[in-house]
């Protein structure tokens, strides 16, 4: 199928935001973004739970119960996301890069299967993992299964309204281009904040 020309540059800004944030985690070499590669280190398991302010919210085992002001941990299996129901709390916690990078990865895949998967899949049935490697490896596959969703839209699906069925968004109520704009400005904009923390904690570090 020929991509619509709207989604085009849509696309490629995705595809760049995911790039970059995947070698900012994982490496071995990154753009500085003037051409010039520069060495990363890969994302560890402490990097990945650390906790630079107090009363973060993070990814946590289940065992140990939700963090500060958190409710729940959401998702299943062993590990979850700190989470509250609405009203959330005010003003919000400090997110560590586990809990943006978990986010991010369930947030696509969500997306994904709501618009071209089963539709089924749900927050409550996330699995968010405990690990660095694990959690790099989730926003990955996350991240190819919308990339594959949006190959799948044409003209007609880029002006319709609940083309994704996600019910975590605004998507029953706005055209699927939007929703489509909206994504990517959610992985630019976790994707600098996550690029920020490993500065952080490269600069604790030393």
Do not use: K
């Not at 009203?87 to 986010?103: K, V």
């Not at 949006?150 to 706005?174: M, N, Q, R, V």
């Amino acid at each position: 199928m020929t991509l619509p020309l709207r989604l085009i540059p849509l696309l490629e800004q995705y595809d760049f935001a995911c790039e970059r944030l995947l070698s900012r985690l994982a490496g071995p070499l990154m753009d500085s973004g003037n051409g010039v590669d520069i060495g990363v280190v890969p994302l560890g398991d402490d990097e990945y739970l650390w906790e630079p302010a107090p009363g973060c919210w993070s990814v946590r085992r289940r065992d140990d119960g939700p963090g500060e002001r958190a409710t729940a941990l959401a998702g299943a299996g062993a590990w979850g996301r700190d989470s509250a129901d609405s009203p959330h709390p005010f003003p919000p916690p400090f997110t560590t890069l586990a809990w943006r990078l978990s986010h991010l990865s369930e947030m696509l895949t969500l997306r994904a299967d709501h618009t071209r998967g089963s539709r089924s899949l749900t927050r409550e049935g996330y699995r968010t993992p405990g690990d660095a490697a694990g959690a790099v490896a989730a926003f990955e596959s996350a991240s190819a299964a919308w990339r594959e969703a949006l190959l799948s839209a044409d003209e007609a699906a880029l002006d319709t309204i609940g083309y994704s069925t996600y019910p975590s968004g605004s998507d029953a109520e706005d055209v699927f281009v939007d929703i489509v704009w909206w994504v990517n400005q959610e992985v630019l904009h976790h994707g600098a904040e996550i690029a920020l923390l490993r500065d952080l904690y490269r600069a604790r570090a030393s």
